[in-house]
């Protein structure tokens, strides 16, 4: 029998959740990665992660994107704003939406393994969980005009 599992679905949206709250804190509260995963490490390894709405979450994804997000950042943020209008770039956006952005960002441009439609869809689903409709929608069109640059191949059919 294969030791190795692959995370559920569910799982992997509960991380990219926790990777965006652990981000949105980090933003705001100005924490260190290491203490802000260690918190984030006892909630993901039980069925109550937060408060039972996602299930158990793969918390080696989420330590590699928020990892992921704080080591490239500075290539992160600059290719976000070259989407973004020249007056609202990415550090005047709401911290949430800011911290969904990178997020997605990260897994867009670092991690190939991940369909770009599936990221961009995973992290539409984080917006759709903290805002009604103007954020998602603003989420995907700046998520899917990333992915068209990043990844063009993905989107030739």
Sequence with gaps: M??????????????????????????????DVGET?????????????EDGQCGEADYKHLREVVDGV???????DPAVDRILDKAWPLHRLDSTVR????????ELMFMERVPARVAISEYVDVADAFFEVEE??????VLDKLARLQRPQEFTA
């Design 2 to 31: 294969n030791e190795r599992r692959r995370a559920k679905p569910v799982e992997r949206a509960a991380a990219r959740l926790g990777a965006v709250q652990a981000l949105y804190q980090m933003d705001l509260a100005g924490s």
């Design 37 to 49: 995963l260690a918190q984030f490490s006892s909630r993901a390894s039980g069925d109550d992660f």
């Design 70 to 76: 704080v080591r490239e950042q500075k290539t992160i």
């Design 99 to 106: 911290a969904i952005l990178r997020a997605g960002a990260y």
């Design 136 to 141: 998602p929608r603003f989420v995907n069109g």
